[in-house]
């Protein structure tokens, strides 16, 4: 990121702690606010018209909303820009994405992947509403196994939208490995 963006050695475990400033992120939260209203998608226009509109209400300057608020967001892989094409004016333009991350149901270790998988957790909730939400709700109704098991995953295992999973002992036999019984 150079010499601007993110100074801070403290570890960063929410959205706001990646903005040096209380103003600056009153400017993430415009922007988040607006990339919502529009499906998570925003041209290059039109980020550059909420940037002015920002600085003639005098709640962020133009110029520091791309240095400390967009381009820290696009370069830690918050936002991606992506090209489409413009059928109405027959070129190629761009817009900044929202990306989403598929997450594990738990954190992993310790430290600054624990740390990374909730901020990326937060973010998914942010601009995907309940998705770790949905996530704690699928993992919360595993049901116990029924007595019919047949050891695959399949439509004759679901019952009523319930998973089945399969026991512990299921699991290993199936991962045994297979022995030739026959000598030769």
Same mark, same amino acid.
């Given at each position: ?8 050695? +403290?570890? =960063?475990?929410? =959205?706001?702690?990646?903005? *040096?400033? *209380?103003?600056?992120?009153?400017? %993430?939260? $415009? ?7 529009? #499906? ?30 967009? $381009? ?6 918050? %936002? ?9 004016? +027959? ?16 954190? =992993? ?9 909730? /901020? ?6 942010? %601009? ?16 116990? *196994?029924?007595?019919?098991?047949? #050891?695959? /995953?399949?439509?004759?295992?679901? +019952?009523?939208? $319930? ?13 045994? *490995? ?7």
């Amino acid at each position: 990121m150079g010499s601007r963006g993110i100074k801070s050695l +403290k570890p =960063i475990r929410h =959205i706001s702690d990646l903005f *040096p400033s *209380p103003k600056s992120y009153q400017a %993430f939260q $415009e922007l988040a606010s607006e990339m919502r209203n529009r #499906g998570n998608r925003m041209s290059t226009n039109a980020v550059s018209e909420l940037s002015k509109k920002m600085h003639k209400k005098k709640i962020y300057n133009r110029a520091n909303f791309y240095w400390y608020v967009l $381009e820290p967001l696009v370069q830690l892989g918050f %936002f991606e820009r992506r090209p489409f094409w413009n059928e109405s004016l +027959k070129k190629t333009q761009y817009s900044y994405v929202v990306v989403r991350y598929d997450l594990p149901r738990y954190p =992993i270790s310790s430290g600054y992947m624990r740390d990374a998988y909730f /901020l990326c957790r937060e973010w998914n909730d942010y %601009f995907f509403e309940g998705t770790a939400k949905d996530a704690d709700m699928y993992r919360n109704n595993w049901k116990e *196994p029924s007595a019919e098991f047949t #050891g695959s /995953l399949s439509v004759s295992n679901l +019952k009523n939208g $319930e998973l089945a999973r399969p026991t512990t002992g299921q699991i290993l036999e199936r991962s045994r *490995p297979i022995r030739n019984t026959t000598s030769g």
